[in-house]
């Protein structure tokens, strides 16, 4: 840098200033201008202060036009300085504000592929730090700000309101007195009347921050109390609405008097003793549950603590005088209405000295899930003492008809509250303290029911597995929490599931409830939410040591491995069908971790699950042998590996489907449908191979059902596979792309199949129109031929449904509800209309499974072609609404 000698810096400026007119200068000579002052500031500041007010006038001249943004971000950096760093301004300050201030709020778009890199965001913020960087602005900063807020422009709202947040916290009461009620006026009006969640924000936001700076100011006995008026100017045009819980201004009003009470313990107090009464009074005189719900959550807002409104360590809580009223309304609450639970942890969560003591009241509340997580949270210690021991006795006490001969449906209410503690424990588990103490509970719950002690009913074993799987989810993401599953849970959780296994397989042993599909379907959520929170390191071990057992039998990681060898997990024969189930817990592993865990053997793995799924005859065994080779296909990279798996696969698989002889079809039928799910939703150029191959089973007579329902499963989410839970390679808008890519070959399958294989296009195109968004319905699929397609496959498509299931068919009103008004389309009407007058009559329950509403809507549609002028049509739709008004008839 060219060093100037003592005095020259102030003749370069003068001359500078006196001879240079800037803005009649080319774009980088102006800039040479700025760069000239910004170095001259930072290496010669003493002899630029000593110009005085000439200094600033001198730059106002020359900044003043100018337009250009790389500049306006140096002006705005020289002004910053001029600020910051003390220099004069006299008499030239509001000459500063001028020249500066006329470029507020910024509206500044940069062009497309702009090399400069200068954002509307950079102008914003160092012009924001100019106006705002002293108090000698806030006489002209203050009006501009009022008028910008009062705008209509939303971004110079939002600007101007953030402006002033960032104003006032170097302002002081005497700088804001004659502006606050206009800028409480427009704030007000902001948070009442805006339809921006950002500019409401923003208003309340800036509210505090001039509640903040009102509370610093200096009182005087001779002076009014700046903060007192206010405060009284706010309450005035807030507090009455706080009387009309049914109105919708007491949302507004109540945010800004949250607003200002969070601000200074100050504000805090004063306005707690004007609200809090008011409040108490409207609750215990209101009896609508709405309005005492609104009431309670209005009151949470004022209970939650803030860091700028808590008490000083010689100050008296807030709460101190309301602490008896306001714990009468909470257990009035709890007594009666659920919608208190959020203000009922709102108190727990306050110092004890704030909400009471903990003793008798916050035990009393123990009993309810919704403060339960919240007081667990904040006294886990407490918790783990007092409230985990009793839950424990209780889940583990015999029920009272064993003892006293008491009815079964005491047993019932007695199994009931056993299931309610199981759930309580998840409900109060997420620290890690927590966890370990609730977590070996659940696996008690688990071994008491596989030895048959304490007579653990199937579906308290599955609460069991449910709460499991809530603590996976909703612990907190730590180290420890993670190797607390990684070494306690999941292993015990597999051993447990072994033994029971090997335990069924004895002759006339009895069989574990572990073994039960059910207890295995609410297993494998529990093991696979453990397993995708796992750091990568134990992630990897797990995977190792999982894969191991499976494919060696080693057992060694197990808390109880005194297993007989060998132990072949993966056996295919129909005898060992109870331990090749257990490859539902190995998928839960393996398919729930994230692509960068490698997976050991993963080539021998493919084959053993290939030749499981093909081979086995166990539904379940092969069914979720499927899924595990899917999940496995869909993260493996991409390459000549992958390739030649497929290939191995496809091959067998198209030998297995291709002979009809074949005993293992439905098994090879599965595989492909899942390998076909894997594939497509991560767009893999073979997945069309596959779904070719799903089309092509449309018209087969063994197959051909089961391949249009397995549409369904390919175009809906799946719980335990494939989702992005488990990391799944999954692309968002697959469905979109599968029926664009195959709409056609449906539709041209349909024309060309006979009339008794026509059925399963039509069931095939139900399931992949009702997975998809209904605007891609509209826009994609012809009006006429979705009528069509939908009332002609109502018929023939819908089987009896199995007992207690719900009804296998497309919904009924898919197609005839849609069609147009009568017209060209009398032919699908009466066949729409035939095909609705058969549903009343099938033993079928789709029309109660939709809600009682659903009759109702077809009537009302059945009613537009009883005026048709085809006497076919109007005799259909006579005979339809006929059965569908018997419906609801008793004995129907």
């Keep these: 840098m060219y060093s100037y000698s003592p005095g020259l810096a102030v003749s ?31 290496s010669r500041e003493e002899e630029l202060k000593g110009l005085g007010a000439d200094f600033v006038f001198g730059f106002v001249q ?70 705002t960087g002293t108090p000698s602005f806030a006489e002209y900063l203050l009006p501009l700000l009022i008028e910008k807020i009062d705008c209509d422009v939303q971004s110079a709202k939002l600007d101007s309101l953030q402006t002033l947040t960032v104003c006032v916290t170097v302002y002081t009461n005497d700088n804001l007195a004659e502006f606050l009620p206009g800028l409480w006026s427009s704030l007000r009006r902001e948070v009442f009347q805006t339809g921006s969640e950002k500019v409401e924000a923003a208003s309340l936001s800036a509210l505090s921050s001039l509640v ?330 797990m995977v190792s040591r999982v894969v191991s057992l499976f494919l060696d039998g080693d057992v060694s990681f197990l808390p109880e491995n005194n297993f007989p060898s060998p132990l072949q997990l993966l056996k295919k024969q129909s005898e060992a069908w109870h331990r090749s189930q257990l490859v539902c817990l190995l998928m839960a592993c393996v398919c729930s971790m994230p692509k960068s865990v490698e997976i050991p053997q993963i080539d021998r793995l493919f084959r053993e699950l290939e030749e499981l799924s093909c081979m086995c005859t166990h539904p379940f065994s092969y069914t979720s042998a499927a899924k595990c080779f899917a999940g496995l296909v869909n993260k493996r990279p991409g390459g000549e590996e992958l390739d030649s798996v497929l290939e191995r696969t496809m091959k067998r698989l198209s030998s297995e489907l291709d002979c009809v002889s074949s005993p293992f079809r439905v098994q090879a039928f599965t595989l492909l449908l899942w390998v076909a799910k894997a594939l497509l939703i991560r767009y893999h150029p073979l997945s069309t191979a596959l779904t070719d191959k799903l089309f092509s089973l449309l018209t087969d007579p063994e197959l051909g059902g089961a391949a249009a329902d ?66 891609v319905q509209l826009t994609e699929l012809p009006r006429p031929v979705l009528c069509g397609a939908g009332g002609a496959a109502v018929h023939p498509v819908l089987p009896a449904p199995s007992p207690g299931g719900p009804p296998a068919g497309p919904h009924p009103t898919c197609g005839w509800a849609g069609v147009p008004a009568p017209g060209p389309h009398h032919q699908l009407w009466h066949e729409s209309a035939d095909r609705l007058s058969a549903l009343p009559a099938r033993p079928l329950s789709a029309p109660r499974a939709h809600g009682p509403t659903f009759p109702g809507r077809v009537l009302r549609a059945l009613a537009v072609p009883l005026g048709d002028k085809k006497r076919l049509v109007r005799k259909e739709a006579v005979l339809a609404r006929g059965e569908w008004f018997m419906l609801g008839s008793p004995g129907k």
């Design 212 to 541: 903040a700076c009102v509370s610093r100011s200096v009182q005087n006995s001779d002076t009014e109390d700046a903060l007192q008026a206010f405060l009284e100017l706010v309450l005035t045009d807030c507090k009455h609405h706080l009387c009309e819980p049914d109105l919708k201004l007491v949302w507004p009003s109540a945010k800004l008097l949250q607003a200002a009470a969070s601000a200074s313990y100050r504000a805090s107090h004063k306005i707690a003793a004007s609200v809090f009464p008011l409040l108490l009074e409207q609750y215990n005189s209101r009896t609508e549950c709405a309005h005492r719900r609104t009431l309670l959550e209005v009151v949470q807002g004022f209970i939650q603590p803030r860091r700028n409104s808590l008490p000083a360590d010689d100050d008296e809580s807030v709460l101190s005088a309301f602490r008896q009223p306001l714990c009468s309304l909470v257990f009035s609450a709890l007594s009666t209405a659920r919608p208190a639970a959020r203000v009922r942890c709102r108190i727990g969560r306050r110092p004890p000295d704030q909400a009471g003591p903990r003793g008798g009241g916050a035990e009393s509340l123990f009993g309810r899930d919704g403060v339960c997580g919240a007081l667990a949270r904040s006294y886990p210690a407490a918790f783990a003492s007092r409230m985990i021991p009793k839950l424990k006795e209780e889940i583990f006490s015999e029920p009272k008809e064993q003892m006293e001969g008491h009815a079964p449906a005491q047993k019932h209410s007695q199994q009931a509250v056993r299931q309610r503690c199981v759930m309580a424990l998840a409900v109060v588990s997420s620290k890690p303290s927590m966890v370990q103490e609730s977590g070996p509970i659940l696996l008690q719950v688990l071994s008491s029911a596989h030895a048959g002690s304490c007579s653990f009913s199937l579906e308290e074993v599955v609460s069991a597995c449910h709460s499991l799987q809530r603590i996976a989810a909703q612990a907190q993401d730590t180290e420890e929490n993670g190797r607390f599953f990684h070494d306690n849970i999941v292993p015990r959780l597999l051993g447990l599931a072994l033994q029971a296994a090997l335990q069924g397989e004895g002759e006339g042993a009895r069989r574990s409830p572990l073994t039960e599909e059910a207890v295995l379907y609410a297993l494998v959520p529990v093991i696979s939410t453990a397993c995708s929170r796992l750091q990568s390191q134990l992630a990897s071990l």
């Design 12 to 42: 370069t400026l003068r001359s500078l200033f006196q001879d240079i007119h800037v803005q009649s200068l080319m774009l980088k000579e102006r800039a040479c201008v700025y760069n000239i002052l910004l170095n001259l500031m930072e």
């Design 710 to 775: 397995g549409f369904s499963v390919i175009m809906s989410d799946s719980a335990d596979v494939l989702n992005r839970a488990g990391h799944a390679d999954l692309r968002i808008m697959y469905r979109q792309r599968f029926f664009t890519e195959n709409s056609a070959k449906l539709f041209q399958g349909f024309n060309s199949a006979g009339k008794d294989r026509k059925s399963g296009y039509l069931k095939a195109l139900s399931h992949i129109v009702n997975h998809l968004p209904r605007q």
């Design 62 to 131: 020359a900044m003043d036009g100018e337009r250009d943004p790389r500049n306006l971000l140096l002006a705005f950096q020289i002004a910053r300085n001029i600020i910051h760093q003390g220099y004069e301004m006299g008499k030239f300050t509001e000459e500063l504000f001028e020249v500066t201030s006329c470029y507020f709020p910024i509206d500044f778009t940069p062009p497309p592929n702009d090399p400069h890199g200068i954002t509307q965001g950079d102008l914003i913020v160092t012009l924001r730090a100019v106006l």
